[in-house]
């Protein structure tokens, strides 16, 4: 039986500038916000754009990246997975849920339209992948024992 598929591609214009914070423990964290569109037609049959907005966390590296390169309308392609957090608010005691994307990788692929001047601005020509997991190295993989001749082709 299997176990079950979580996973998310998102393509979107970034909604404002991420909040960057720091864990106790010193990991960086970056959250923000990111519209995609979708045309619909509405009950009179013309067509309309219907935007969602989704909230993004990511960690580490990829969070870094964020501070550095993405800013209000920066469009990304993004891949993650959908996780929920639950907490008691204090003040009224409800159990509060928020449901968001957890950032495994981001695909910068420009700014927002009109151009900015200074940091962050990309054009649609420079694209910039991060991954946030971490590739296995060579020497995870030098006691396998596969040489040339097991290969068939």
Same mark, same amino acid.
């Given at each position: 039986?299997? #176990?079950g598929i979580n996973k998310v591609l998102l393509l979107g214009n970034?909604? #404002?500038d991420p909040e960057i914070r720091s864990t106790a423990g010193g990991m960086t964290v970056a959250s923000f916000t990111l519209a995609t569109a979708d045309r619909q037609k509405d009950a009179q049959g013309n067509w309309a754009d219907k935007t969602e907005w989704h909230n993004l966390v990511c960690f580490q590296r990829t969070a870094e990246v964020v501070r550095d390169y993405v800013? #209000?309308?920066t469009q %990304?392609? /993004?891949?993650? #997975? /959908?996780?929920t957090r639950s907490w008691d608010d204090k003040e009224s005691g409800?159990?509060?849920?928020k449901t968001e994307i957890l950032v495994n990788e981001?695909? %910068?692929l420009g700014s927002k339209s009109g151009g900015e001047s200074g940091g962050g601005g990309y054009s649609? &020509?420079?694209t910039a992948s991060y991954d946030?997991?971490?590739?296995? &190295?060579? &020497?995870?993989?030098?006691d396998v024992g596969i040489t040339d001749d097991d290969i068939p082709f």
């Open positions: 039986m299997a #176990k970034v909604g #404002k800013k #209000k309308g %990304l392609f /993004i891949e993650g #997975k /959908i996780q409800q159990k509060r849920y981001l695909t %910068l649609k &020509s420079n946030q997991r971490t590739p296995a &190295s060579q &020497s995870d993989y030098a």
